[in-house]
């Protein structure tokens, strides 16, 4: 079975310093790997993917994430905050590549300070 | 705006009742998924159409049942409501249907529809 594990459910940043949001997954086959952003009352919007190839996935607005199998993470970084990066952000993985039957980790708030 | 479209927005209704949402993709998206996010459950996806057929299915309760129409219009239905339902269901469309989409594909959500069974 597959699972994600997001560290923090709530994340605290300066405006204008690094923006560090942990996923370590779990899966028994290589894993599809999928950060997605919700802003307040609002949907949800996909980010960034990680299907096969390089590791180092760059995303929408600025943001980035590196799958690292050793350390079975697909932590989500971005190097300087901005106050409209406050919003909920999703960690999923999926063993079918595609984003079907993706399993969503709980959800990580992020908080940007002025 | 991502192009995707639900309604309705809210819906107030009673337990053991039966509600129908709907979805519209984006405009040239053939697969349409759905996504239950409630406080208890968190998010989780329930169904996916491609083209018209169902390509798979994840905790979708049995009372719960989708279809996409020709238009690719999907619309979700849920019946013997239960207070437990009551949750944020989104729809998304993408272009791709299986197997793992190329880097140039994306998901686009539509904004929910608010479920609250009293």
């Known amino acids: 079975a597959q699972s994600v594990t997001q560290l923090g459910s709530h994340v605290s940043v300066s405006e204008g310093a690094l923006v560090l949001l942990r996923c370590n997954y779990s899966?028994?086959?290589?894993?599809?790997l999928f950060w997605y952003v919700q802003y307040p009352n609002q949907g949800l919007q996909l980010l960034l993917k990680?299907?096969?190839?390089?590791?180092l996935v760059k995303g929408i607005n600025g943001f980035e994430a590196e799958f690292k199998k050793s350390e079975t993470s697909f932590h989500l970084t971005k190097p300087s905050a901005h106050m409209s990066d406050a919003a909920e952000y999703f960690c999923?993985?999926?063993?079918?590549?595609?984003?079907?039957?993706?399993?969503f980790g709980t959800g990580t708030k992020l908080q940007v300070i002025p | 705006d991502s192009g995707v479209t639900q309604t309705p927005k809210h819906l107030i209704t009673a337990t053991g009742q039966r509600v129908t949402l709907r979805c519209s993709p984006r405009?040239?998206?053939?697969?349409v998924y759905w996504y239950q996010q409630s406080l208890d459950q968190g998010l989780q996806f329930l169904i996916q159409?491609?083209?018209?057929?169902?390509?798979a299915k994840g905790n979708i309760l049995e009372r719960f049942s989708a279809q996409q129409f020709p238009d690719l219009h999907s619309e979700l239905n849920l019946s013997s409501l239960e207070l437990g339902d009551s949750a944020l269901y989104f729809c998304?469309?993408?272009?791709f249907g299986s197997g793992i989409p190329p880097s140039t594909d994306t998901q686009y959500f539509g904004p929910g529809t608010r479920l609250t069974v009293l």
């Open positions: 999923a993985v999926s063993d079918s590549g595609g984003y079907q039957k993706v399993t």
């Open positions: 990680y299907t096969t190839g390089a590791t």
């Open positions: 405009s040239g998206d053939l697969s």
């Open positions: 998304a469309s993408s272009v």
């Open positions: 899966s028994s086959v290589p894993p599809y």
């Open positions: 159409y491609y083209n018209g057929e169902e390509r």
